[in-house]
């Protein structure tokens, strides 16, 4: 069973920087890709970034966009999320995933994503 655990998470004031790690463990083989995405309260989560370990290519969005960037490391199944420039808009709950076998890609929707973590919580004070 794939899972996987998020860290680094806390509290930070507009303007500073955070960066969230997540580790996957359970695998047996490599996935396609790793993931971000976030919720905050009485939204839906939205898609933050994602990395191919299979040439894909790295995405982000578009509110995230030259502040935020996703690296890993496919040999460890590790990815993280430098988050530079914060907002308090970028307030959430921020959920690591990955995707075996997307059925297109990029993949920018919760459901075409097959493990999920717990999550990590992002507070950006004003």
């Known amino acids: 069973q794939v899972q996987l655990v998020e860290s680094g998470g806390g509290l930070v004031q507009a303007g500073g920087s955070l960066r969230l790690s997540c580790i996957a463990s359970g695998r047996t083989f490599s996935s396609y890709a790793m993931g971000w995405f976030r919720q905050a309260p009485g939204k839906e989560r939205e898609f933050v970034a994602a990395t191919s370990w299979s040439g894909g290519g790295t995405y982000y969005a578009d509110s995230v966009k030259g502040r935020f960037t996703i690296s890993g490391d496919n040999a460890k199944n590790t990815v993280y999320l430098q988050m530079n420039s914060l907002k308090v808009d970028d307030t959430a709950v921020y959920y690591c995933?990955?995707?075996?076998?997307?059925?297109?890609?990029?993949?920018?929707?919760?459901?075409?994503?097959?493990?999920w973590g717990r999550g990590t919580q992002v507070t950006v004070s004003a």
């Open positions: 995933t990955e995707v075996d076998t997307p059925s297109s890609w990029p993949a920018f929707l919760p459901g075409e994503y097959d493990y």
